[in-house]
């Protein structure tokens, strides 16, 4: 057992190296690109993104029914979602969007 | 006189217009609130040579929530339930968190653990499809619900599949060593909240779903600390390792006319073999046993969403299989099998009434080396608020 418990605390502590440094890097361009605008429009344009209400129907529906954006007023459902954001490990974009939805439909 | 109740009028309105104009009602950055949920019911079980029926007081769950800023937040749950004529009190959860940026969000406190997914996230009764948790699970379960510590947790969005982790360090575990309770010597107590020895348990969960519209989810979670006995004493360096398998699938399936609900886990426990002591007529004899347990389950719930009435389309189907094996050469050596069926009405998304019936086969546990046949009808009515 203190073999296998070497083995998972060294697993940890390369994921949390892992995940710092992942996390914690920079997300921008080493070089900057100018693409034409004609081009930067069009890629904008045919980008396909999930909306907040498809993720709000399939990520709470993980584990109950999906709530009604009635139910609350936008202040609570900030307070909400920052909740079920760290609770059910949602992303950022994921918690965000279901937000902004929940927000514009209630 | 005239100008004294002039001033007064002027004092009394204007106060009010100036409050009435200047007070934009905006909310404030801090927010409380307070969620929960609450369940009640009725219970019928026949053990064969015991029969019980009773109602159920109300169990009330109130979770306490305040935002401090959009990155910090305290969060707790009580727990209060009626049972054996006294209301018992716990605290489920209280840990402060702080989001550290997109990905990692620390934790401190007492927090549900990551172990699977059924004691984090689907443990409520207002989101458990049936009216109790599977084998394996609760006061002599094998697999741990929360702990003391710190934690970061987080999620990566890879493009269309998510990766969501955790990684955390509590006191760990406490090892009956059977000097107190010798029917339960050699396992494991997890309400450890003042740690017995130096060792911490560590431990984390790693969650992918693989495919971009989260209808799938696969998590392994494992757990292990080195010491789990009491400080100086012969068990201290007893050492555990626990690991788990989980799955999840939700889906609306329009062939099949609704959404499609399948959740598993699989519990391992693995804690190395000491030497315990019973009382066998006024002779203390010494015995020891490989100390591994393991528990599953497996549900499958079915909505008919997409009925076309009301009624119909609030009803739920659900079916469970659960399973539990404790050591061998135990006190608690035990092998359970559990079926249990449901059918549920949701009166609204968080509102359920669930009717269910369950049969238990137990071989050994505590009560007595026989095999035992437990059938159970439920009868609960669950609110999340």
């Avoid at chain 1, 070089?31 to 990520?59: C, H, L, N, R």
């Avoid at chain 2, 399973?323 to 449901?342: H, I, L, M, R, T």
């Amino acid at each position: 057992m203190k073999t296998i418990h070497k083995i998972v605390v060294g697993v940890i502590v390369m994921t949390i190296v892992g995940i710092t440094a992942v996390a914690c890097s920079s997300t921008k361009k080493g070089y900057t690109d100018v693409p034409d605008t004609a081009t930067a429009a069009a890629e904008e344009e045919f980008k396909i993104e999930k909306s907040g209400a498809q993720m709000w129907g399939e990520t709470c529906n993980r584990c109950h029914i999906a709530p009604s954006p009635a139910d609350y007023n936008d202040t609570d459902w900030e307070t909400i979602s920052l909740h079920m954001r760290v609770r059910a490990n949602l992303t950022e974009k994921e918690s965000n969007k279901i937000l902004e939805f929940l927000k514009s439909a209630n | 006189m005239k100008k004294l109740l002039v001033l007064l009028i002027a004092v009394v309105f204007g106060g009010q217009m100036y409050g009435q104009t200047y007070n934009t009602f905006e909310p404030s950055k801090t927010q409380f609130m307070i969620r929960g949920y609450g369940h009640t019911g009725f219970e019928y079980m026949d053990s064969g040579d015991e029969t019980e029926s009773t109602f159920l007081g109300l169990a009330y769950a109130p979770i306490f929530l305040y935002k401090h800023s959009d990155r910090l937040m305290f969060e707790a749950e009580l727990e209060f339930v009626l049972e054996g004529n006294q209301l018992e009190t716990g605290l489920e959860y209280a840990d402060v968190m702080y989001v550290l940026n997109k990905n990692i969000t620390a934790r401190a406190g007492k927090f549900l653990l990551p172990f699977g997914t059924f004691m984090e996230r689907l443990h409520p009764a207002w989101i458990n499809r049936l009216p109790n948790a599977p084998l394996g699970y609760g006061h002599d379960g094998i697999a741990p619900s929360s702990g003391i510590g710190v934690e970061l947790r987080g999620a990566f969005d890879l493009g269309g599949p998510t990766l969501n982790y955790s990684v955390y360090a509590t006191n760990g575990p406490r090892l009956n060593d059977g000097s107190d309770e010798p029917e339960e010597a050699g396992m494991l107590r997890f309400e450890n909240y003042e740690d017995t020895n130096l060792a911490k348990a560590y431990g984390g969960r790693l969650g992918l779903l693989p495919f971009s519209d989260s209808s799938t989810e696969i998590g392994f979670s494992a757990y292990s600390t080195s010491d789990t006995g009491e400080q100086d004493s012969e068990y201290e360096d007893v050492g555990a390792f626990l690991f788990a398998l989980d799955f999840s699938f939700v889906k609306q399936i329009s062939g099949l006319g609704g959404v499609i609900d399948v959740k598993a886990q699989y519990n391992n426990s693995n804690v190395d073999t000491a030497t315990y002591f019973e009382l066998e007529d006024d002779i203390l004899e010494e015995y020891s046993f490989d100390n591994q347990s393991n528990s599953f389950y497996g549900q499958l719930s079915y909505r008919p969403t997409m009925a076309s009435s009301d009624f119909v389309k609030k009803l739920e189907f659900v079916g469970r299989y659960s399973d539990f094996n404790a050591p061998e050469g135990a006190e608690w050596e035990e092998k359970s099998v559990q079926y249990a069926f449901g059918l549920n009405y949701w009166l609204s998304w968080r509102s359920v009434i669930k009717l269910s019936y369950q049969t238990t086969e137990t071989e050994g546990g505590h009560d007595g080396d026989g095999l035992t046949n437990t059938d159970g009808l439920f009868v609960h009515w669950a609110i999340g608020f």
